[in-house]
């Protein structure tokens, strides 16, 4: 079946703007994840999703960021106020609980750059 | 929190020998561990994980040994192919959903 989606694939900003950044998780997957890989590191966490809520926010490094999810489904990374450090490739993944919720699948990724 | 620390942070290896790449994790509750391979530009891919019940698991050229009392894992991967190259995160779980990462280790397989 499908894998996880993400748009757009790049995107690139003027500092001060705003941006959303789309995901839309394996069909049936009730978890979804969002990360930001940063040039040459690692996967950070932002958040996490059960449903439509977001039982783990501790991950967001500021107010400017927030994320929403809908009908259990696809999900929604706002960053507000966009500010050059915002530039990374930010992930989702989404995983089930008939996989193990550890096991994560990853979407492609969308690339921000933020002039 | 938990923190993965991981290493090398790169590794060139001639073709067909052995690769090894090495993490520690803080938190004694971690129960799983998995490993990612990122090829560049691409997404991670799970290509095994364990969990902490057991010691080692294997999957055809690839291995992942786990002590839980020194509180490392690593992954082995024998007769490395060009395919190989790529660079290689792990992670720890002490709960049933979030992933802590390694910096990641980036493998060069010379032909």
């Known amino acids: 079946g499908a894998g996880v989606s993400q748009s757009p694939s790049n995107k690139v900003t003027e500092k001060g703007k705003d941006v959303e950044l789309r995901c839309d998780p394996i069909?049936?997957?009730?978890?979804l994840y969002w990360y930001r890989q940063s040039l040459g590191q690692g996967l950070e966490f932002l958040i996490y999703?059960?449903?439509?809520?977001?039982?783990?926010k501790s991950g967001l490094p500021s107010d400017r960021f927030s994320a929403e999810r809908t009908g259990g489904s696809v999900s929604t990374l706002t960053i507000q106020r966009t500010q050059q450090e915002d530039s990374a490739v930010y992930l989702c993944?989404?995983?089930?609980?008939?996989?193990?919720?550890?096991?994560?699948?990853f979407g492609p990724g969308t690339r921000l750059l933020v002039l | 929190g938990e923190n993965v620390e991981q290493h090398p942070s790169t590794l060139s290896v001639q073709e067909g020998d052995s690769a090894v790449i090495k993490c520690t994790y803080s938190?004694?509750?971690?129960?799983?561990f998995p490993w990612y391979k990122q090829e560049l530009g691409k997404r991670p891919q799970l290509i095994i994980d364990?969990?902490?019940?057991?010691g080692e698991k294997k999957d055809q050229r690839i291995a992942v040994t786990l002590n839980k009392t020194a509180k490392h894992f690593s992954l082995h991967i024998t007769e490395t192919q060009p395919e190989d190259s790529a660079v290689y995160f792990c992670?720890?779980?002490?709960?049933?959903?979030?992933?802590?990462f390694g910096a990641g280790t980036t493998v060069t397989v010379r032909a």
């Open positions: 993944a989404s995983s089930s609980r008939l996989a193990g919720l550890e096991t994560q699948y």
């Open positions: 992670a720890a779980s002490s709960n049933d959903y979030k992933l802590s």
């Open positions: 069909s049936g997957h009730t978890a």
């Open positions: 364990i969990r902490s019940n057991v």
């Open positions: 999703f059960q449903g439509n809520s977001a039982p783990d």
């Open positions: 938190d004694s509750a971690s129960n799983y």
